[in-house]
């Protein structure tokens, strides 16, 4: 890397902060203690048995010595190197990454709240414990079901959360059941948390194809009879539950489904209905990995389909920026029957009484809440604290900012937006549409088919549509997607903005694989061996 920054305009070229250090200089000046006769007392030198002591000469301490200019020109041009939901479209089906509303930031930053010690008793958290009590029984509201937990801290936390309460369930009512059944459209994290959580995930198949070569003639032929992961694309394969198949795997040791709804090719799982009276007459649990709820919020309860437990991702549907990989927000909600073996600690709310009394005061409905840890059939606690309040309150910011009338419409606009980009690629994808019939849900998934077609992997495109300004979408997932790319507008972008991305997808394509494979162009790192970069990292 050149040493020089400003290379090209305003992006700057940026060194590792080790190489920008110089001996002795430091970002704090401390003023030198001037007061005659006063002892600082120990250090932690006086402490420490000699040998276990860093040797300056042997061994320097490796940090940076960088003035304060330094350190922050630093970070704040690495900061610019992001691309993220505030600079640029960033369309990452199964991820909704959605523009976050900057007032939820505000709330979550105010001081009063921020500052807050985790181990405050309840009388001196009385706000924050009504918070989460009113935000428990909006998501009943919109969800239909009866109770909330928000221990965990992700969407995967909360899928192994509702598979320990399944267990308990069926624990207490002495029956082993040990099989949870998966349709091959649910995310990938359902067959693993219901691993973890001590159960036998096994595969329900939903895409079938017409022939066992039903990949097209290039990567299909090779593939042909040995990898079946790859089915047909077109008509034939359905991407939904398939009851008949279903019923094959119905037994008695069978103690949930599990089903991602809208599932993983952007479907709303026609069949839902039945498939959870099926279950129930089999005296098995339903559930539903919600993450992607922004495709149902305000127009369905899922109660209604049959749901006995459901995890949402707070942090995808009830706005909170949610790169590189937290924090997160995975609550759980059960029916009633299933309330007993929620995770403790828990919320509940009593009327004054004379211990509280003080604290009872304060608010004006006489409320007083109160954080319980006894339940005699919890699963116990899997999180520290409380969960992840700050995130809590973001969502609860959101639903009242933007009122009970324009809650359904997150999910009409994130649907509209979705089928508006399936049906503007249709007169140039259509070839890699798996699911040309159908209307998708929030988010929309091609095969690699067309861009396959002229000499463009997968990888290929989305290292091209960076050169265009957009992030790139959600690449080779769901894996039984040939070169899956998933796309997801989501509900807060506009019609110029995925106009432009559909003429960026149509260009790339027009421009064939001479430009492609060696995208992208106009950013400073350009394409990486990311083989050599696996194999060989430079950590310094
Ligand atoms: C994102 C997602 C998950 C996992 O959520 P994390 O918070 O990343 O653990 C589970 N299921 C679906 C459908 C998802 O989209």
């Not at 129930?280 to 127009?299: E, R, T």
Request: hydrophobic residues 35%; charged residues 25%.
């Amino acid at each position: 890397m050149k040493k020089f920054p400003g290379s090209k305009g305003l992006v700057f070229n940026e060194d590792l902060l080790i190489n920008q250090s110089s001996k002795g200089l430091s970002g704090v000046n401390m003023p030198s203690n001037n007061l005659s006769g006063v002892h600082i007392g120990k250090t932690a030198k006086d402490y420490i048995d000699a040998k276990f002591l860093r040797n300056e000469e042997n061994s320097p301490l490796l940090l940076p010595e960088v003035s304060e200019s330094t350190t922050v020109r630093h970070f704040t041009r690495l900061s610019s190197w992001n691309i993220c939901v505030d600079t640029a479209f960033y369309p990452l089906g199964s991820c909704t990454m959605k523009y976050n509303p900057k007032i939820n930031e505000t709330i979550a930053s105010l001081n009063n709240i921020k500052n807050l010690h985790p181990m405050l008793s309840a009388a001196y958290i009385q706000p924050v414990l009504k918070i989460i009590y009113e935000f428990n029984r909006l998501l009943c509201g919109l969800t239909g079901l009866n109770e909330f937990t928000f221990n965990p801290q992700a969407g995967a936390a909360g899928e192994f959360t509702g598979m320990k309460i399944i267990k308990k369930y069926f624990e207490v009512k002495n029956e082993k059941r040990n099989i949870v059944l998966i349709p091959d459209s649910s995310h990938g994290t359902n067959p693993a948390s219901s691993y973890i959580a001590g159960f036998t995930p096994v595969e329900i198949k939903t895409l079938f194809a017409d022939k066992p070569d039903g990949h097209s003639s290039r990567e299909g032929a090779q593939n042909s009879g040995k990898d079946n992961e790859f089915v047909s694309i077109q008509s034939k394969s359905k991407g939904y539950i398939d009851i008949t198949e279903l019923k094959k795997y119905i037994n008695e040791d069978v103690a949930a489904i599990m089903i991602t709804n809208p599932n993983t090719f952007g479907l709303f799982e026609k069949n839902i209905r039945e498939v959870a009276e099926l279950m129930h007459k089999n005296g098995s649990l339903v559930y539903m990995d919600g993450a992607n709820f922004n495709a149902f919020i305000g127009n369905c309860k899922v109660s209604d389909f049959g749901v006995d437990i459901l995890h949402l991702n707070l942090h995808k549907t009830f706005s909170t920026p949610h790169g590189g990989g937290g924090p997160g927000s995975g609550p759980v909600g059960v029916k009633d029957f299933l309330k007993e073996f929620l995770p403790v600690p828990y919320i509940s709310v009593c009327k004054q009484t004379p211990n509280n009394k003080q604290a009872a005061d304060d608010d004006e409905q006489g409320d007083y809440y109160e954080l319980k840890n006894e339940k005699e059939h919890s699963i116990g606690r899997i999180s520290s604290f409380y969960g992840n309040f700050a995130i809590i309150l973001r969502a609860y910011s959101y639903l009242l900012s933007l009122g009970k009338q324009n809650i359904s419409k997150i999910s009409e606009i994130a649907i509209l937006n979705a089928n508006y980009m399936k049906k503007r690629l249709k007169d140039t994808f259509i070839e890699s549409d798996p699911f040309p019939e159908e209307l998708c849900m929030h988010e929309c998934v091609l095969n690699d088919n067309v861009f396959q077609s002229e000499g463009i992997s997968t990888l290929d495109f989305a290292k091209s549509i960076i050169d265009y300004g957009f992030h790139p979408p959600t690449i080779y997932f769901p894996k039984n997607i040939h070169g899956a790319i998933m796309i997801e507008p989501t509900e807060t972008e506009s019609i110029k903005t995925m106009d432009s991305f559909i003429d960026a997808m149509k260009q790339i394509k027009k421009k064939g694989n001479k430009y492609s494979t060696k995208s992208p162009k106009n950013t400073k790192i350009r394409r990486l061996n990311e083989v050599l970069a696996n194999k060989n990292p430079i950590f310094k």
